[in-house]
């Protein structure tokens, strides 16, 4: 009987220790199996953020952008850019998964989205005024009144204070734009 249970505790020590093999290895697959899907969505995301950065801003090149880089500065910009939506609506949706990539690619990506909203931001607000601006000066014509010239005159220069923010916020964009996306390649390669 000592030989019956002294080969039944070897043999439930040998079972066991297997078990516990296999499941270390099986928690080690999971666990990178779990990595894997993390980074491949990590790199979706940057793909898609890197898609729709390229694409607003080559939408943004061919409609405003040569007339903003022509700008001097010295009258209102009076081109109207119309905005009406969340242009930047996959950044949005997907920002929390980017929380775990290299700083310095998440810095960069979250400063170029914060100068590209301050421009939509500040062209919406010289839509405002530029249009604000027509109805004070239609206002003056028809009414010659002091008031309503310096009215216009006071919006004219706040006009041209939002004219010259647009341009630098516009260089600001464009500058920070390169960077983002070099940062973006160099962690999809990373994540690759």
């Not at 009987?1 to 039944?8: F, I, R, V, Y």
């Not at 093999?21 to 990595?35: D, P, S, V, Y």
């Amino acid at each position: 009987m000592g030989s019956e249970l002294a080969s039944g505790l070897l043999g439930a020590l040998v079972g066991g220790l297997f078990t516990l093999w296999g499941t270390l290895i099986e928690g080690r697959r999971q666990k990178r199996a779990l990595e894997e899907e993390a980074r491949s969505k990590q790199r979706s995301v940057l793909i898609g953020i890197r898609t729709e950065i390229i694409t607003l801003i080559d939408l943004y090149k061919s409609r405003m952008s040569d007339s903003i880089d022509n700008y001097d500065g010295r009258e209102p910009f009076s081109n109207i850019f119309p905005l009406s939506q969340n242009y930047f609506s996959f950044y949005d949706t997907n920002s929390l998964a980017l929380a775990s990539i290299n700083e310095e690619a998440l810095k960069s990506i979250v400063m170029f989205y914060g100068s590209a909203k301050g421009l939509v931001d500040t062209y919406k607000m010289n839509n405002d005024v530029v249009d604000e601006l027509s109805k004070l000066q239609t206002i003056f014509h028809e009414t010659a009144m002091d008031i309503h010239k310096f009215n216009w005159e006071e919006t004219y220069r706040i006009a041209i204070d939002y004219g010259n923010s647009l341009k630098d916020i516009h260089n600001e964009v464009m500058s920070r734009v390169k960077i983002c996306l070099e940062n973006i390649e160099r962690e999809i390669l990373i994540l690759s």
